[in-house]
């Protein structure tokens, strides 16, 4: 993962194959990203923006989503700094300043 020096630009993830000498990919994230992490068969960025880039770990230039985790309101979050994955494929993000974890379904695809 890499950030944008500029305030507002977004960084990039670059997917690497298996055998770790041939770039599968580049991703862009949204700005400041935090945390990158995997489900079966996608990786999930966390950025610094409340939102999470998601997409098809063997296609990452072609099939990206990104979800906007809610700020305001009964389920808002605040400081997003780690995530995780359960079996089915939904992701977890843990959430510091506001004390909570949100859900992203593993329903959830990426252009499919």
């Known amino acids: 993962m890499s950030t944008n020096p500029a ?6 993830d670059t997917h690497i194959n298996v055998s770790g000498d041939t770039e599968v ?7 400041n990203p935090l945390f990158l992490g995997k489900t079966n068969n996608r990786a999930f960025v966390i950025n610094g923006d409340s939102t999470v880039t998601i997409s098809f770990a063997l ?3 072609a099939t990206t989503n990104t979800v906007t985790l809610p700020t305001t309101g009964p389920d808002s979050v605040s400081g997003s700094i780690g995530g995780g994955t359960s079996s089915t494929g939904n992701i ?6 506001s004390d909570s974890v949100s859900v992203i379904s593993g329903s959830v695809l990426c252009g499919h």
Request: a positive charge; charged letters at 5%.
């Open 25 to 31: 990919g580049i991703v862009t994230t949204g700005p």
């Open 92 to 97: 977890y993000i843990a959430n510091k300043g």
């Open 59 to 61: 296609l990452p230039a």
């Open 7 to 12: 305030p507002a630009g977004n960084g990039t």
